[in-house]
């Protein structure tokens, strides 16, 4: 039977759990998006180096594909941290996790905004 | 009835595990759920690192694009398609309900969420196999 309700666990904060609930719910808005532009907009089934360039030019493009990366990053990883809470870590292997994907979470979201700087500034240049 | 004759028969957890019978949606929809997740989080971080190739330059995205136009990673992209329309679906309905909204309902919000996908999923099929 499907649960009355979905709820914060015990180790998720309420904030958190919020913030999963949003994120997703934003995400699905930019993915239909992205999936469009990349399976339904190009002359080929993928966009080409230049289409991708043509297409970062428009500055809604890089801003909208930058939220999408940190509010992907940060539901997959609280999502990934709520699926661990349920094989009942210790205090210290918590601990341990969220550290962990803290710096995960930060290095992947600072190398993807780099990588979209790159591009979008290609894009506008050329 | 004899109590005897209403236990299941003994299993191996792995039997247990992968057994379809007596499962109620609620638990497909649960371990859908996860399955996706996991895969899509798998998926998320080799696409960012993959991405990287943008930044060598055209030649690299280039060569990178010929070596994931093989039908092999065709059908494993399109399984991250389907995985993010089931999960992004079901995870309307699971936003619905963390707040209440249709809870009664939700079996039946699932299964019209998952229609939804599978049409999407054709549409996708379609277009990332006939070309």
Not at chain 1, 5 to 20: H, R, Y
Not at chain 1, 54 to 68: L, Q
């Amino acid at each position: 039977m499907l649960a009355e309700k979905t709820a914060p666990k015990a180790g998720e904060n309420t904030w958190l759990w919020l913030l999963k609930i949003a994120s997703g719910l934003l995400i699905i808005t930019i993915l239909i998006i992205h999936y469009v532009v990349n399976h339904f907009v190009g002359e080929q089934v993928l966009l080409t180096y230049d289409d991708i360039l043509r297409y970062y030019s428009n500055p809604i493009v890089p801003i909208m594909e930058g939220i999408f990366l940190v509010f992907v990053v940060v539901h997959a990883l609280l999502g990934l941290r709520s699926i661990l809470l349920d094989l009942h870590p210790t205090r210290a292997v918590l601990k341990a996790i969220n550290g962990l994907f803290g710096l995960v979470g930060v290095v992947s979201i600072v190398y993807g905004l780099w990588l979209l700087i790159v591009v979008a500034w290609r894009g506008s240049a050329g | 009835m004899d109590e005897s004759l209403r236990k299941p028969p003994p299993r191996s957890w792995v039997q247990a595990w992968f057994d379809p019978r007596r499962r109620d949606l609620g638990t497909f929809a649960f371990v859908l759920n996860r399955v996706t997740a996991l895969g899509l989080t798998l998926y998320l971080f080799l696409h960012l690192i993959m991405l990287g190739n943008l930044a060598r330059g055209p030649e690299a995205y280039g060569r990178f694009l010929e070596t994931i136009e093989h039908p092999v990673f065709v059908f494993g992209e399109y399984l991250v398609v389907l995985a993010g329309l089931i999960h992004g679906f079901n995870g309307i309905r699971i936003a619905l309900t963390s707040f209440g909204i249709g809870v009664p309902y939700q079996k039946r919000i699932f299964v019209a969420l998952m229609v939804i996908a599978a049409v999407a999923g054709v549409i996708f099929g379609v277009r990332m196999f006939a070309v």
